[in-house]
């Protein structure tokens, strides 16, 4: 038994990220109404320690089920890497998608047996990221970047900037010097510069986007407790930030292809708020 299915999916991540994973369900799931809170006030949340993490995670949790949110998408590596073992074992009666880096399939289809990850510091540091290299990447070879600065320029909407780029090239020509042949995109961020990614790396270079994979989850835990939306009507979409109400809907159309209300929430001691118009 779950909360009826018409209640929107809850999803968050530390900024505009998380917009990769929406566009992903709502391309799978029109009919699904979604919440979505960017705590822009805190992005990113890759060099921020587990515990702020966790914090931020607990409290964001808390406030979309307050709103009546039916299941929650950690749709923020490092978030999920931080938080999302103890936000099952917090929640017990709520069913959480987070994000895995795609390491099993890049182990499983790579070819020269060489893999470049892109990730933040708190992915790579996290014990699922360490789990799953264990699983999954035995006999292949992981080339690991943090690309510093990348998540500051997609939040400014720069995905094709001289500074994204140069980031980009950065992280990508040590690894294909190294001979990779997939690369694994190990934060949310990361899928809006795919087009930047794929030309430095060239046709032959594999990029992995779990966006679709983490839909699919979404799709088949809702559909296993019933709660799936039916009907042709669009479900509607309500977004949230801790940053700054005109810049994040000024990144919508640009990332996200749709409009959508943005509504403003503040950080007070520990507790997230929502700011009256």
Request: proline share 6%.
């Given at each position: 038994?779950?909360?009826?299915?018409?209640?929107?999916?809850?999803?968050?991540?530390?900024?505009?990220?998380?917009?990769?994973?929406?566009?992903?369900?709502?391309?799978?799931?029109?009919?699904?109404?979604?919440?979505?809170?960017?705590?822009?006030?805190?992005?990113?949340?890759?060099?921020?320690?587990?515990?702020?993490?966790?914090?931020?995670?607990?409290?964001?949790?808390?406030?979309?089920?307050?709103?009546?949110?039916?299941?929650?998408?950690?749709?923020?590596?490092?978030?999920?890497?931080?938080?999302?073992?103890?936000?099952?074992?917090?929640?017990?009666?709520?069913?959480?998608?987070?994000?895995?880096?795609?390491?099993?399939?890049?182990?499983?289809?790579?070819?020269?047996?060489?893999?470049?990850?892109?990730?933040?510091?708190?992915?790579?540091?996290?014990?699922?990221?360490?789990?799953?290299?264990?699983?999954?990447?035995?006999?292949?070879?992981?080339?690991?970047?943090?690309?510093?600065?990348?998540?500051?320029?997609?939040?400014?909407?720069?995905?094709?900037?001289?500074?994204?780029?140069?980031?980009?090239?950065?992280?990508?020509?040590p690894m294909l010097a190294q001979n990779i042949d997939t690369v694994v995109l190990?934060?949310?961020?990361?899928?809006?510069?795919?087009?930047?990614?794929?030309?430095?790396?060239?046709?032959?270079?594999?990029?992995?986007?779990?966006?679709?994979?983490?839909?699919?989850?979404?799709?088949?835990?809702?559909?296993?407790?019933?709660?799936?939306?039916?009907?042709?009507?669009?479900?509607?979409?309500?977004?949230?930030?801790?940053?700054?109400?005109?810049?994040?809907?000024?990144?919508?159309?640009?990332?996200?292809?749709?409009?959508?209300?943005?509504?403003?929430?503040?950080?007070?001691?520990?507790?997230?708020?929502?700011?009256?118009?």
């Open positions: 038994m779950g909360l009826p299915d018409h209640s929107p999916i809850g999803i968050f991540d530390s900024g505009v990220g998380g917009l990769s994973v929406l566009k992903a369900i709502r391309c799978l799931l029109p009919a699904e109404s979604i919440l979505y809170v960017a705590d822009q006030g805190h992005v990113p949340y890759g060099p921020r320690s587990l515990e702020e993490v966790r914090s931020f995670s607990m409290e964001i949790t808390r406030f979309l089920l307050a709103q009546g949110a039916k299941i929650i998408v950690v749709a923020c590596n490092a978030a999920s890497a931080a938080s999302l073992q103890m936000l099952r074992a917090s929640f017990p009666a709520v069913q959480f998608v987070g994000m895995e880096p795609a390491v099993k399939p890049a182990a499983e289809q790579t070819v020269t047996g060489v893999v470049g990850v892109l990730a933040t510091p708190a992915t790579f540091q996290g014990a699922l990221y360490a789990s799953v290299v264990e699983r999954f990447a035995r006999g292949v070879t992981l080339l690991q970047n943090t690309c510093p600065g990348l998540v500051a320029q997609i939040e400014a909407g720069a995905l094709d900037g001289v500074e994204t780029r140069y980031i980009l090239a950065s992280a990508l020509k190990g934060c949310t961020h990361y899928p809006f510069v795919i087009p930047v990614i794929q030309e430095i790396a060239g046709s032959d270079v594999r990029v992995i986007d779990p966006a679709p994979a983490v839909a699919r989850q979404a799709e088949r835990l809702l559909r296993a407790t019933k709660q799936l939306q039916s009907g042709d009507a669009r479900g509607s979409m309500q977004f949230y930030t801790t940053g700054k109400v005109a810049g994040f809907s000024n990144l919508l159309p640009q990332l996200l292809g749709e409009e959508g209300e943005v509504k403003s929430l503040s950080w007070v001691n520990g507790k997230l708020t929502q700011k009256l118009a």
